[in-house]
């Protein structure tokens, strides 16, 4: 048998596999070259930009919790004109679709960031993100009120020309409602789901853990939740969804495809193998040799209820 | 690297405080001390993220079995302090973990010619072992001085004497060395031209900083902090550089830019 065609594409974005790194966990790509091929996974995402670079949030900014982990960096990054100088000209020697996510701490400061992008080549796509958790203005504000995120969005889509994912926050009561206004403001793929927010408390001190005090909770712990988000969506709306949420193998990102996902992202698992992202489009290749599918894209909604 | 690991011998030295080897590819013969290495402890999801340690020791031994050629080892002391280091603790010869090492910034060794003071606390001698071993490779006079709050706390002091370095101890109950902190032994024996090497909890490494500022030597320290990916990615493990303010933010990133600084380049209490 030939080897399965593990390509996708999203919104225009060809991979060679369905598989990302999710932004925030994989910091601006060179960091983990030293463990991974970075041109056998399917996109990169970088680290969340802003206008102008942000210091993040006091310490302590990571608490693990049971199959999990809750972090409160808030959005520490160089800036995107400092990306742009320093690091992509490293990223552009990657065959690789880079996407660059962005976020602002105001409306006009999401379009501005778009806009310095726009033209850019080495950068295939951008993610807006509306749901970091741990920062007070921007963020989380946009991603949980319909009218913000559509404001966001259409200022954002008519500053850019690339491909645009809007990255979607499961602290909303209707996440369905959520990715409605996004397509319905011009979005071209969703990604969900960003951390769920959560606490840790250290009962001897009697104090929250992180500094922040609330924080974003990650990891395998999620999973469950985000497969049940990116199953609602698809059956909703017509773009192209990236699943994320506790994957942390082959098996776990196939769950999100046949839930509808085209696509899905890598986070916390590449804190603890930092070599997972290469080993999940493996272990996806495998099952679909195992079980003789040609084509990973088959599999996509595929999911009989 | 990331590398798989087999566990050769995992030894209980006092209450609580474990050494452990491990055996490791010969590339990490050339590693720096104050490095350290990411453990995963088990492959299932609680504890989901690696653990930090420090290089205790690296080198070469022969298995006692029939055709064993030298064999690359790594050696870490720990605390059992919570789940992972409880699991860590059970492991037994024949066991195998998963590694990334080495890992961050490691001490540099400062010129030669000038005394070198070796201040650790608990399981902070871990990477000044290796240290020590590096130093007196080079032919200098080492000193160590180690604290705790008790005798179960200093650990391996014979083996940095094995070394020829001269230790002094101080336990806060008495039970082992002078009574009180490490810190006023260490203040007595300063002096200019000397070289500070520290590791051990915050308030300790607190103190040294400042003492080393008052008598002008300087002064490395080993940092520790809650980390998940080890390689800068993720922003985790930060700590405040010296010039931080509100309004100029200047974080350091422990895993990537230390975990051993100048203690200037920090920000002390």
Known sequence: MQRPDMSVAVAGIK?????????????YGAEFADYLDLESIGAMISKGLSLKPKA???????????GGMLNAIGLQNVGIDAFIEQKLPYLKNVNTPVIVNLYGNTLEEYGE??????????????EVNISCPNVKQGGIVFGTDPGAAQEVVRLVKKNTSKPMIVKLSPNVTDVVLMAKACADAGADALSLINTLTGMAIDLERRRPVLANVTGGLSGPAIKPVALRMVWQVARAVKLPLIGIGGIMNGRDALEFMLAGATAVQVGTASFLDPSAAQRIAGEMEQYLVDHKIDSVSSLIGALEV | MQFKSMVVSNVELSPNYFRMRMTAPQELLASAPGQFLMLK??????PLLRRPFGLFDVGTFTAEYAGCGAQTYCEILYKVVGKGTKLLAALHHGDVVDLLAPLGRGFDLGPAGEEKVLVGGGVGLAPLYYLAKALVERGEKVRLFAG????DDILCITEFERLGVETYVATDDGTLGESGFVTQV??????????????????MLDAVAKMSARHE??????????????????????MKGANHTEATPDYRCVCKDGPVFDSFDLQWS
């Open chain 1, 15 to 27: 991979m060679r596999n369905p598989v990302m790194t999710a932004s925030g966990t994989f910091g």
């Open chain 2, 148 to 151: 705790g709050r008790n005798r």
């Open chain 2, 217 to 238: 030597v300087p002064c490395q320290v080993s940092m520790e902090a809650y980390m998940a990916c080890g390689v800068g990615a993720c922003l985790g493990c930060v």
């Open chain 1, 56 to 66: 993040g949030n006091p310490t302590p900014r990571i608490v693990e919790t049971p």
């Open chain 2, 41 to 46: 402890v088990t492959d299932a999801i609680d």
């Open chain 1, 113 to 126: 960031v778009a806009a310095r992008l726009d033209g850019l080549s080495g950068v295939a796509g951008i």
């Open chain 2, 186 to 203: 260490l203040e007595r024996h300063l002096n200019k031209g000397m070289r500070i090497f520290a590791c051990g909890p915050t308030p």
